[in-house]
Antibody, heavy 122, light 116 residues
Framework: QVQLVESGGAVVQPGTSLRLSCAASGFIFSDYAMHWVRQAPGKGLEWVAV????????FYAESLKGRAIISRDNSKNTMFLDLNSLRAEDTALYYC???????????????WGQGTPVSVSS | DIVMTQSPDSLAVSLGERATINCKSSQSVFRSFNQKNYLAWYQQKPGQPPKLLIY???IRESGVPDRFIGSGSETDFTLSITSLQAEDVAIYYC????????????FGGGTKVELK
């Protein structure tokens, strides 16, 4: 069965960096574009970034452009999100999600992880 | 970027009654080349990730009960729960995926469904 497991979330101070990971199993990871979506406490869903199936193309939400780098290692079925210059407003639960069908970057999300929490506070 | 607006923010419905959630996009999410609306619906219960209910505006994901019905086109969409069950208490989100990179995917603000 498809599983996505995020890790790496932590309580950090403003201005610091963090690397989030998403370990995938139960499907051919290298066939699918993958996304990060975040949810601030008590708030709605915000799309963060997408990486193509082969890692060659990456796009980001404006709110994180220049401060985030998405990457993947298909040999390890793992996706990453490096967050830099963290701000209080980056505090959220960060989900990784699989795009709904193989041939698209942007689609619905058919599988989500449980999320990893990031808290930015001084 | 496309802005998704949901209404109402919350609603209380009696067991067995109908719940109707609206989602409006700031631009059409319909593509004439494939005649599809690029709109999905999710259900999120407390402490859980979102669960896909509907894609292409009206196609139910496998395993989703047929009381969940998605409808609409272009800029106006509706998620109906025809006979509310206790397990349907949740927050519901719409999402558009018609934007191509470098544009952004976007979600509605969510609608909380509670029991009356």
């Amino acid at each position: 069965q498809v599983q996505l497991v995020e890790s790496g979330g932590a309580v950090v101070q403003p201005g610091t960096s963090l690397r989030l990971s998403c370990a995938a199993s139960g499907f051919i990871f290298s066939d699918y574009a993958m996304h990060w979506v975040r949810q601030a406490p008590g708030k709605g869903l915000e799309w963060v970034a997408v990486i193509s199936y082969d890692g060659t193309n990456k796009f980001y939400a404006e709110s994180l452009k220049g401060r985030a780098i998405i990457s993947r290692d298909n040999s390890k079925n793992t996706m990453f999100l490096d967050l830099n210059s963290l701000r209080a407003e980056d505090t959220a639960l960060y989900y990784c999600a699989r795009v709904g069908f193989v041939s698209s970057w942007f689609a619905w999300f058919d599988y989500w992880g449980q999320g990893t929490p990031v808290s930015v506070s001084s | 970027d496309i802005v998704m607006t949901q209404s109402p923010d919350s609603l209380a419905v009696s067991l067995g009654e109908r719940a109707t959630i609206n989602c409006k996009s700031s631009q059409s999410v319909f593509r004439s080349f494939n005649q599809k609306n690029y709109l999905a619906w999710y259900q999120q219960k407390p402490g859980q990730p979102p669960k896909l209910l509907i894609y292409w505006a009206s196609i139910r994901e496998s395993g989703v009960p047929d009381r969940f019905i998605g409808s609409g086109s272009e800029t106006d969409f509706t998620l109906s729960i025809t006979s509310l069950q206790a397990e349907d208490v949740a927050i519901y989100y719409c999402q558009q995926y018609s934007t191509a990179p470098p544009g952004a995917l976007s979600f509605g603000g969510g609608t909380k469904v509670e029991l009356k």
